[in-house]
């Protein structure tokens, strides 16, 4: 037998949801926030990036209490669960269209490390160093390389021990 529980908070669809180990689960949505849920205390957290920051595409877990989440404005950002704003973020993690910035459409963390991996549509998958020290100048995102691909990347997930990635690539974006 199973056991679902419905946790109501988002104001509009959500778009992504990861959980480490503990069961604090983050999902993200079209209301421009990210949720820290509670499940044992039946409540959440909000995180919102302010009045700038567009809706969240995707969200990884780092540690128990760091997140990323990527940006359908082009923005990569750093967040931990004891903080209401990101910690770090990069504006234009995938770079340009014209003159509007790449959305960030799919990320993924490898768990209790510093590595992450970021997609879009500019033609390149994105690694990334994640910076979660305990100092505010030891906080941070800073490129590690890049990989040609070519198509949407829809979705990434990292193996264990970061021996292989894979990703799901597609001819548009997932969300349409």
Not at 62 to 75: A, C, E, Q, T, V
Request: charged share 25%.
């Amino acid at each position: 037998m199973a056991y679902i529980e419905t946790l109501y908070g988002h104001q509009a669809g959500i778009t992504g949801i990861d959980c480490h180990r503990n069961e604090r689960p983050i999902s993200t949505g079209r209301d421009r926030t990210a949720r820290s849920w509670k499940i044992a205390e039946d409540s959440h957290l909000i995180f919102r990036g302010g009045s700038r920051v567009s809706s969240a595409d995707c969200v990884s877990c780092l540690k128990d209490d760091w997140f990323l989440s990527g940006h359908d404005d082009g923005k990569l950002s750093l967040w931990m669960t004891d903080k209401k704003k990101a910690v770090a973020t990069v504006d234009t993690a995938h770079g340009f269209f014209g003159s509007l910035p790449r959305g960030v459409t799919s990320c993924c963390a490898l768990k209790s490390s510093d590595l992450a991996v970021t997609g879009s549509n500019d033609g390149y998958m994105r690694l990334w160093k994640v910076m979660t020290g305990q100092r505010l100048d030891e906080r941070g995102i800073e490129p590690l390389s890049k990989i040609p691909v070519f198509g949407y990347i829809n979705g990434l997930a990292i193996g264990p021990k970061a021996r292989f990635c894979v990703t799901a690539i597609g001819q548009e974006h997932r969300l349409g």
